[in-house]
DNA sequence: CCACTTCGTGAGAGCGCTCTCACCGACTCG
DNA sequence: CGAGTCGGTGAGAGCGCTCTCACGAAGTGG
């Protein structure tokens, strides 16, 4: 427990704690640091001295003079609409946070929704206050990571980055195998109109999902029909109007893959709106699941991501990067399906 | 745009800005950080001379001397189940970074779910690494808080602390207004017999919603009758439990208050199970407003508070006293009904 | 028994910044 | 016109730590 301590005086410092110990602030130092070449006297009495003291080292001099930081940011470059529509995004920061804190490191946590913040950040990061960076929700091509790499500050995406640079580092989801499943799952159930709705198509996400669903399509020997394929941007009300869209295009679809379950949501909507059944006369099947996926009537089929893991995955890349442990330079997490009553 | 740098040249020190402005350390210094008394003319070199030189000032070396940390942790002393728990928790996150990036501090995320973590944030803060906490879900009496402000670490508290410690900051929502209104939304409906579902009563929100709800069926003329009252826990699970003991004991109830939205969504899929109708058999009202009070089927009544503006006013409270600028110690953020299907 | 290595240690420099203090020129005032 | 004031400035001392280097004691081999 700490001592009470009044405003007016200071912390103990390594030089307390050496004197305490009857030893030089080198030795000290080189005890707490838990270096090499110390005597087990000389490491008792240093430990005994510090704990006596409730010392704690000053982090703002130990980074002046080895050049790190010990921190790393959580940087969301992402507009605060969209960061609010990806609930598990504070599952990812859980399991980043966990690891960063292991390794005894410290978070910080930067939100750039705007091109004048993100600009703020790459200064701070150019000044060497941190030592990498977790980027999340990279969006089209935003030179962003490669800026950070560029100045020397290691970076780990969470997606595949669009821009293809193969010198990034990320880790993503298996989306397209994701989709493949829920596609496959509304074939083995007999359906032989699927309609999809996409995510957007500006993030790899969005991509990555309508591809598996039409490579599965294409191997259960369909052509794929435009028709069956609406945009949707993740969203409940994106989700409502595409599944309205595709109702009015094409009446006899008997089943729908969602790229988000907030976007099947809304499509679930539209079809009870039509006087139609989920699932009996429209299976849906989104992908995330999300919360809402089981409170939803009915309990939604989904495909679950697990973004801890993700948070968890990147943040480890990042770590080994920084210490200058090689590391495979990108990472994708397997998904599985959830059967629930929408299909 | 920062230039390209090789790992081994170091980032320009404020002695390459005041040199190449013709100018001392101190001059530049003083400019950089915005300090009176210096001339027109070296204020305009040494500006140019930073831009010139991408100049980003080294923050362990002003926090060594400054003894500020700029920085402030946004710490959540919360088990991993609740903290999922909490929809609107990024929102206060968002609210908080908000206010706390624009005063140029960083922000530091750390959870700690257990005792040992909490011990070691104590020992972390010690050290002066931290110029601020904001303290999130603070549970019981826990002594933290204390802890931190005896060793001069200011701290605002999300929610009132149940120790009543008359010292403490916090803020909070209006819970016993919240509370009330929605049972007299009930009553205003012409309900008789109105049930609710308490949350935890280790927890300030749980107590003072029970409250708010006898306030209000007290000011009505009614006796609250406590076979009326069941205990939950803020979780579906909570709410469904619940709700099957409510109309067991009581089957002729007509109307419930459920203290939060998840609890509300339990309790309706209890009063479903049991045969009745939402809302002409038994209305519903939840607390929170989280997004699945939208999605449920019907949509939920609820009571709305802003869990960011929560966290823009913890950290503006905070900055307050950081800076030792007199602050309220006490503030209630309003709370407003939000009627849909559900009652 | 002497050269050599190894190990534990301490002295001391310096990381990049802020802040105190002294100084200097220009001004005001009696 | 000398004494006092004041705005602008630079020299220099640290802040608390790490890290290099040198040194003495102890161990090792020829």
Known sequence: MAQRRRPTD??????VVAARAGVSRATASRVLRGAANVSDDAREAVLAAARETAYAPNRAARSLVTR?????AFLVAESEDRLFNDPYFLAMLRGAHTQ???????????????????EQFEHYAAGGHVDGVLLVSLHGDDGLPQTLERMGVPTVINGRPLSGDPSLCYVDSDN??????????????????IATITGPQDMCAGQDRLAGYRAALRAAGQTPDERLVAAGDFTVAGGLTAMHD??????????????????????????EQSGRKVPDDIAVVGFDDIREAQVATPALTTVRQS?????????????????????????????????????
Chains 1, 2 share one sequence.
Do not use: K
């Open 10 to 15: 200071r912390p103990p410092t390594l030089e």
């Open 68 to 72: 790190r930081s010990d921190s790393v």
């Open 100 to 118: 960063i804190a292991a390794a005894g490191l410290q978070l910080i946590f930067v939100i750039a929704s705007t091109p004048a913040e993100a």
């Open 176 to 193: 397209v195998t994701g989709a493949r499943l829920a596609t496959e799952l509304l074939l083995d159930r007999g359906a032989h109109r």
């Open 246 to 271: 595709l109702l009015a295009a094409c009446p006899e679809l008997d089943a729908v893959f969602a790229a988000s379950d907030l976007t099947a949501i809304g499509a679930m909507r539209a079809i």
């Open 307 to 343: 973004l801890q893991d993700m948070g968890r995955t990147m943040a480890r890349m990042l770590l080994d990067r920084i210490d200058g442990r090689t590391t495979e330079r990108v990472r994708i997490l397997p998904v599985e399906t959830v059967r629930r009553a929408s299909a």
